[in-house]
């Protein structure tokens, strides 16, 4: 697999996800299997760290002076 960093998260979820329908068939040699898992294990860790960094990219704004300040959303009640 190339570098975690240069793949993007929709190309790790595809990736993940025929790498589940593999496993779910069940007809895997296990170390073929083991190998699945451990790349498995990979794109899930690379798709976690990209969602944390968006996530808090999203806890900030810029507001009108362009400066960042933190975004909260007021629950209305």
């Known amino acids: 697999m190339t570098n975690k960093q240069?793949?993007?998260f929709e190309?790790?979820?595809e990736k993940l996800e025929e790498?589940?329908?593999?496993l779910e068939e069940g007809e895997v040699p296990l170390e073929k299997?083991?190998?699945?898992y451990e790349q498995g294990m990979e794109l899930s860790k690379v798709c976690s760290e990209k969602l944390?960094?968006?996530?808090k990219q999203m806890e900030q704004i810029v507001n009108e002076q362009g400066e960042m300040?933190?975004?909260i959303i007021q629950e209305e009640e």
């Not at 790498?19 to 593999?22: P, S, T, V």
């Open 11 to 13: 190309e790790a979820m």
């Open 6 to 8: 240069e793949v993007t």
């Open 52 to 55: 944390t960094r968006v996530e």
């Open 19 to 22: 790498i589940i329908e593999k």
């Open 69 to 71: 300040e933190p975004f």
């Open 33 to 36: 299997a083991i190998k699945y």
